[in-house]
């Protein structure tokens, strides 16, 4: 039996990884769980997976069957992390934003392997958290339509023969319009993903493609990869979900239909391929696509790039100025095409340029960043 905690256990990924949990009830047993506002869906979930430990956003009356730790908000997701059952043990962490990134920390330093789908983490603290990684022996996987079939082009393969990564990209839900016709786009607009069901944040990072650039950035770290040695692609059908190319040629692509129990099992188990979907793809009469990504098009790609190249708290930077710009959209307090103005200025702002690259800098940066700009458009 290997231990599961899961941060964010009620939005879309984490209720994924609960289904998948419960298919493989075998394997894998439930210990600590944290999870959102809604208190029905959480209690639903409690009484289902009975984990001993729970932490809940707020101080709020539960009332369940048994009776669990509960430890509440941000200190309380540091205390699932830390806690410890079993000998082996996985932390899935599919929290959406910079608060991800602490559970991260302390789940390693506790010895658990890491099945992470929060963004933040990586693109974040992407060098310290390889860092301690190592430092911990402990197995990083990743959950990411993209990514996990990277993960599958190159398993047994040998990095040098690699010649480039190619990252797939749907479009997000404007990849027809052209950038004069994003002008009054609403939040409605935005939320509609023509192949993917996801959570908000990361459908509104997927129109602006800041969601590509932070998974170029994720790539990096995940797979020891330069950048210049990683590239993006629009391919509208969401059917190759990335690709991996070899000097000799060779390209190797991993595709199925978009369901994301698939990643979501293939990072628990890793690298068994024992999840059985009822999504099968027919492959008679496909027809695939692929046109290039243009970073004029979408200028959040290139943000990311340019925050890389400049590196150190640059891209804690990159992402506390997302992160703010998204949430001012999602409360209808700017207009879709300030987002991208809102990163820019913050990632070409020099101030940050001498402050040093460690945990404590670069998690202050980012709050005090999104404080910041929260307070400058937020009225
Ligand atoms: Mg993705």
Sequence with gaps: MKGVYIVGASGSIGTQTLDVIRENSHLFKVIGLSLGRDLAKAKEIIEEFKPEIICLREKKEIELSYKPIIVYGDSGLIEIAKYKKLKEEIFVNALVGISGLLPTVYAIKAKKDLALANKETLVVAGDLIKQLIKENNVLLTPIDSEHSAILECIYGENKNDIKRLIITASGGSFR?????????????????????????????????????????????????????????ILHKESIVHSMVEYNDGVIKAAIGSADMHTPIAYALKFPMHEHITNKNLNLIGLNLHFEELSKKRFPCLEYAYMAAKKGGVYLAVLNAANEAAVKLFLDEKIEFLDIEKIIYDEITNDSYKDIEYNLDNVIDISYKIINKIIERYGK
Excluded: C, Q
Excluded at 203 to 225: C, P, Q, R, W
């Design 176 to 232: 027809d319009k052209k950038r004069e016709e994003l002008i009054g786009v609403t939040k409605k607009d935005a939320l509609n993903h023509p192949n993917w069901s996801m959570g908000a944040k990361i459908t509104i990072d997927s129109a602006t493609m800041m969601n590509k650039g932070f998974e170029v950035i994720e790539a990096h770290y995940l797979f020891d990869m330069p950048y210049e040695k990683i590239d993006t």
